[in-house]
């Protein structure tokens, strides 16, 4: 079963800004696409961005023009980058990836907090 392991989170400012990454253990050509979700305190688990393997990348509306995703295919690894941070993005940020059979898997989760 593919694996997949989150980094880069942490503690920022507002306005400030985070590179998270997601090492998946198996080549994207498996992988149908990869995106990444948030859940805040509270709040139901939420869609963030997405990659396909063919590039195709979709976001949520609340980061769109803020956050981008991208990929490394020699590394396995999706990144998101995310510039103009607002206090509403301080969430557990988990990676999630979708084979080619349909199987889903979810990374453990990394912390964002954006101060005001």
């Known amino acids: 079963q593919v694996q997949l392991v989150e980094s880069g989170g942490g503690l920022v400012q507002a306005g400030g800004s985070l590179k998270l990454s997601c090492a998946a253990s198996?080549?994207?050509?498996?992988?149908?696409?990869m995106a990444w979700h948030r859940q805040a305190p509270g709040k139901q688990r939420e869609f963030v961005a997405s990659?396909?393997?063919?590039?195709?990348?979709n976001y949520a509306d609340s980061v769109k023009g803020r956050f981008t995703i991208s990929r490394d295919n020699a590394k396995i690894t999706v990144y998101l980058q995310m510039n103009s941070l607002k206090p509403e993005d301080t969430a557990v940020y988990y990676c999630?990836?979708?084979?080619?059979?349909?199987?889903?898997?979810w990374g453990q989760g990394t912390q964002v907090t954006v101060s005001s």
């Open positions: 999630y990836a979708l084979t080619s059979l349909g199987t889903p898997q």
């Open positions: 198996e080549s994207f050509f498996s992988l149908n696409h």
């Open positions: 990659i396909t393997r063919g590039g195709t990348t």
